[in-house]
């Protein structure tokens, strides 16, 4: 038989650890030379090793290191990557045609993906899709769509907020460092209201849900005026902000004040959706309907496709042309996210998400019980993070949260931080780790705190 002509990944990768150099290996280092020379220093990276395959829960390496994967290319590759369902559908599509813009001439795959975004996101209203490229543009759309049906311009938008980084969604993301430093001035018209973050809030957990919707209706008031909000923007639980969970009842509360008022509620999904939380949508743990939904990163395995869908009037409400983009709704990214979501209702990949997250949780906790310095640990389904703080208080301690990611990296575990201040671990294994990986994981990264 001959050898392969490049390196296979997907699901038959062996599913296990495996460090065969130090961490970058040579070859990686290799590259990384010729990555200082071309590419810009902006563009970051968590993990100095380049990747030549990956599957199930593992990336291979240059030098042939197998690490564990917890992070899934920042919660996108949550069907596996080279899901065979995507891999065939992909290859069938690139070898039909791989664009005609959907401006142009359309194609079912388009249709198709906002037919399944109209089943499957909350709500059994009458719906509409439009599709785009990044979830940054996901959000700027829905936030014109919010201004065009609403004929208002004020978008509110939360502290530890994240949303991409073009002009506008940078305006609306919480965090100047790195995100914003120097890249002023922004889009107006945005208003930032406090999040209801249960560790941090003042008057402590338990206020937490009452206070938070007392003191975000009353500062729009206040300040913006509910006549002139066009929506409120919001992560069921956020992000990059550092995986904060609200307390239950605080979105359902918002959702109504919303409707109250007039003002449509969008729900960036963006990191929640796509089965990530243990339901399709982290909306649906709270019974909540938002009017529109922005989706990206999992919905189609790692190809660039995002999606507002929401409210046919509202939808509607946009002029013939005013929503697009040349490469919007790509076929081979549409052909992607039809193999990804059949991928997902055929293996109940939402039940696997609730699954890895009743095996990671109690043994976090184990861990956080031990560990003085872990403030908090939370999370839904198959997005799960502690938060390193000072032991005996809440002051965050990136530093250490640093120390204990670049331990895992060595011993060959992919963990991410984030956070505002830069203090939480944060676990997002692909649905598909098989449950060995998923458990040595966690020991590395028990390893990684008893070594402190
Ligand atoms: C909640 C949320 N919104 C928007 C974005 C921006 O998506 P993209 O990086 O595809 O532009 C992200 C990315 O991390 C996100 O997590």
Redesign the pocket.
Known sequence: MNAPLFAVGGPELPQERRVVTEIPGPASRELLGRRQRSVARGVSHVLPVFITAAGGGVLVDADGNSLIDFGSG??VVSAGNAAPAVVERVSEQAARFTHTCFMVTPYEGYVAVCEELAARTPGSHEKRSALFN??????ENAVKIARHASGRQAVIAFDHA????TNL?MALTAKNMPYKQGFGPFAGEIYRAPMAYPLRWPGGPEACRAQALDVITGMIHAQVGEQNVAAVLI?PI???GGFIVPPPGFLAGLADWCRSNGIILIA?????GFCRTGQWFACEHEGVVPDLI?T??GIADGLPL?AVTGRAELMDAVHVGGLGGTFGGNPVACAAALGTIDTMAAADLAGRARHIGDVMLPRLTKLAGASPCIGDVRGRGAMIAVEIVKPGGTEPDPVLAGTVAKACHLAGLVVLTCGTFGSVLRFLPPLVIGDALLEEGLSILEDAFAAL
């Open positions: 920042i919660a990044s979830g940054a543009e996901a959000v994240y949303h991409g980084r969604t992560e956020q992000g990059e960036d999904e963006i990191q929640t922005t990206a990163k995002a």
